[in-house]
T-cell receptor
């Protein structure tokens, strides 16, 4: 089955700095890679995702890059703000078939943005 | 739309008791999943369903049963609760692969404590 490793487990940055979180996956058939943000006591919410036919995707201060050959993908947050403080999870899954119901998650990164 | 709803929000059980965690969605999503989240870990897939009448096991299915008699509902049954099942449980849903979109929507979670 799929195995997703996420690093670092904790990350502390100053407000305004950039933050980068990295994930590696094992199943070369995985083709959908979402990132979720989870605030304390809340549900995970999708913040950005990328498919295997794309190398990079941006949405304002957030970007995700994918290296299919190396089987890793990264979340980049620029100009961090205190409200970016949360736990971030990456995930990997196969899309467009019956296995699409199965997502494998990384263990999460606790991001703290210090004012 | 209410999205994905879960009941109860909190539950305390004694070892050996059984109970059902309820999950419902009103978005006509075919795929539904149950995850558990333990401290310091990501979400681990318990069971999932790709449509009414179809269920399959995830990474950690032991001690749990599911059924999917309707598109809307996907209850999770704990047969004989154990302290190791103390966790936060999230239900999630998404449209089918035919829709070529993979966004997964999570419910608010059920915090379960087994004494």
């Amino acid at each position: 089955g799929e195995n997703v490793e996420q690093h670092p487990s904790t990350l502390s940055v100053q407000e305004g700095d950039s933050a980068v979180i990295k994930c590696t996956y094992s199943d070369s058939a995985s083709n959908y890679f979402p990132w979720y943000k989870q605030e304390l006591g809340k549900r995970p919410q999708l913040i950005i995702d990328i498919r295997s036919n794309v190398g990079e995707k941006k949405d304002q201060r957030i970007a995700v890059t994918l290296n299919k050959t190396a089987k890793h993908f990264s979340l980049h947050i620029t100009e961090t703000q205190p409200e970016d403080s949360a736990v971030y999870f990456c995930a990997a899954s196969r899309s467009y078939n019956t296995n699409a119901g199965k997502s494998t998650f990384g263990d999460g990164t606790t991001l703290t943005v210090k004012p | 739309n209410a999205g994905v709803t879960q009941t109860p929000k909190f539950q305390v059980l004694k070892t050996g008791q059984s109970m059902t965690l309820q999950c419902a969605q009103d978005m006509n999503h075919e795929y539904m999943s149950w995850y558990r989240q333990d401290p310091g870990m990501g979400l681990r897939l318990i069971h999932y369903s790709v449509g009414a009448g179809i269920t399959d096991q995830g990474e950690v299915p032991n001690g749990y049963n599911v059924s999917r008699s309707t598109t809307e509902d996907f209850p999770l049954r704990l047969l004989s609760a154990a302290p190791s099942q103390t966790s936060v449980y999230f239900c999630a849903s998404r449209v089918s692969g035919r829709a070529r979109t993979d966004t997964q929507y999570f419910g608010p979670g059920t915090r379960l404590t087994v004494l």
